[in-house]
């Protein structure tokens, strides 16, 4: 069955840069739809970025011009690059996988991805 498993997270000033890095295990679908989430403290879960097969990239608006997310697929790896950190990026960040390629066009509905990870913290002070 799917796994994903986080890493990469971790303590970081404001300003700074992490990677976080998710590795996909038995998730063969040529076409697929991949993304990041995360919870702050007393926060819901909430999208911060996704990727489908064809290289298609989607943000939401707080991270624009900060993270980007991108994958490898010879190793079955997606990655989200943070930059310019803010402490309101402190979280528990997820990645997920969905079933239906289709599934980036409305990324933010969570309830699009079938396959979540146990996530990773970042904390930005």
């Known amino acids: 069955h799917v796994q994903l498993v986080e890493s990469g997270g971790g303590s970081v000033q404001a300003g700074g840069s992490l990677r976080l890095s998710c590795v996909a295990s038995?998730?063969?679908?040529?076409?697929?739809?991949l993304g990041w989430f995360r919870q702050g403290p007393g926060k819901e879960r909430e999208g911060v970025a996704a990727?489908?097969?064809?290289?298609?990239?989607s943000y939401a608006d707080a991270v624009k011009g900060r993270f980007t997310i991108s994958g490898d697929k010879s190793k079955n790896t997606l990655y989200l690059q943070m930059s310019g950190m803010k402490p309101e990026d402190t979280a528990m960040y997820y990645c997920?996988?969905?079933?239906?390629?289709?599934?980036?066009?409305?990324?933010?509905?969570?309830?699009?991805?079938?396959?979540w990870g146990q996530g990773t913290q970042v904390t930005v002070s």
């Open positions: 038995a998730y063969t679908y040529s076409r697929y739809c």
């Open positions: 997920a996988a969905a079933r239906d390629y289709s599934s980036c066009a409305t990324w933010t509905d969570q309830r699009r991805f079938h396959y």
């Open positions: 990727i489908d097969s064809d290289g298609l990239t």
